[in-house]
């Protein structure tokens, strides 16, 4: 049942935490923006001091939950994950101990439709992300065919504290080494003395901060459900975006996270 191992953990802070896991199978192809489901058994520890379950699950029951991969289809070895702990949550409580090593589940078959997949080469891509959501977008811009000739990426990371942005150096360095690449950390609760932006991903554009053409920036928001239906109920009836999906294609696209 547990056909992988954790080959690697990065702690961001207490509740957030970047996995790698190597199937033993070998990492299947897949496209940026895709995920898979991670799962534990129901025997595995919980962290000290989580909240009591309601319902107590079988030892042997695999909790199974869906994570995007973070990593590039070009690493071959392993996948990675951006992990948020949620705090009486079924699996993370248990994927909180979890230790390179470990023996975990996940599915061999990889899923999903938020890609860059019939995405014109000269359209610009704006990705928006809160917490965790920025995995998928890691993805995207850790693999050589999503940098375009002439291709403008804006990537939208909005936290709640600045100890949450993880993958801060890494974007900051490719603001460095690429023309018409864009980094827009974000954190809602930031104390005052935060010289960075602070607010909500949402202020960006109301703001016009991010300016958008609608013919050719394609937009991504993941993440919190809150964040993606304002800035979709925006985005449709202010700009004349339209939701993507594979038999109506559109300039906006959603992936939500819960
Ligand atoms: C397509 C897809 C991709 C996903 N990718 C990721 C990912 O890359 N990283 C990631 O951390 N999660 C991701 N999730 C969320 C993940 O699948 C789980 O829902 C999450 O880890 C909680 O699982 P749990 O069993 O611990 O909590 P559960 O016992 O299932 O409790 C779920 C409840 O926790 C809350 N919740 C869920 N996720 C979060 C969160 N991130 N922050 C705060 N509250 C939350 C919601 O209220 C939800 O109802 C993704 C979900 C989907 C649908």
């Known amino acids: 049942m547990l056909n992988s191992t954790v080959v690697g953990r990065v702690d961001i ?22 995920y898979v489901a991670l799962g534990l058994t129901g025997a595995h520890p919980r962290y000290d001091g989580a909240p009591d379950e309601a319902e107590i699950p079988a030892a042997d029951k695999l909790i199974k939950r869906a994570y ?3 990593s590039s289809p070009m ?39 938020f890609t860059l997949e019939g995405i014109p080469e000269a359209h610009n891509l704006v990705l928006v992300s809160t917490g965790t959501g920025l995995a998928p977008f890691m993805s995207m811009v850790r693999t050589p065919s999503t940098w375009t000739a002439g291709r403008r990426i804006t990537v939208v990371h909005g936290v709640r504290y600045p100890q949450d942005f993880a993958y ?7 603001v460095a080494a690429r023309d018409g690449f864009t980094y827009l950390p974000i954190a809602s609760r930031a104390p005052e003395s935060f010289a960075g932006r602070k607010g909500r991903v949402q202020a960006l554009f109301e703001k016009r901060e991010i300016e958008l053409n609608p013919a050719t920036d394609h937009v991504f928001l993941c993440g919190n459900p809150a ?4 800035l979709e109920r925006d985005l449709t009836t202010k700009l004349g975006y339209t939701v993507h999906s594979k038999k109506a294609p559109g300039h906006l696209h959603v992936e939500k996270y819960w």
Not at 13 to 34: C, R, T, W, Y
Not at 75 to 102: C, H, M, Q, W
Not at 168 to 174: D, N
Not at 227 to 230: A, F, H, Q, S, Y
């Open 13 to 34: 802070n207490p509740e957030l935490m970047i996995l790698q896991v190597k199937p033993d199978a070998g990492v299947p192809s897949f496209h940026p923006g895709q």
């Open 68 to 70: 995007s991969i973070g």
């Open 75 to 113: 690493v071959g070895d392993y996948f990675e994950f951006y992990i948020a702990i949620v705090p009486n949550g079924a699996l993370t409580s248990r994927l909180a101990t979890i230790k390179p090593g470990d023996r975990i589940f996940s599915q061999p078959k990889v899923t999903g439709t």
């Open 168 to 174: 801060a150096e890494e974007l900051s360095s490719y």
């Open 227 to 230: 964040m993606i239906d304002d």
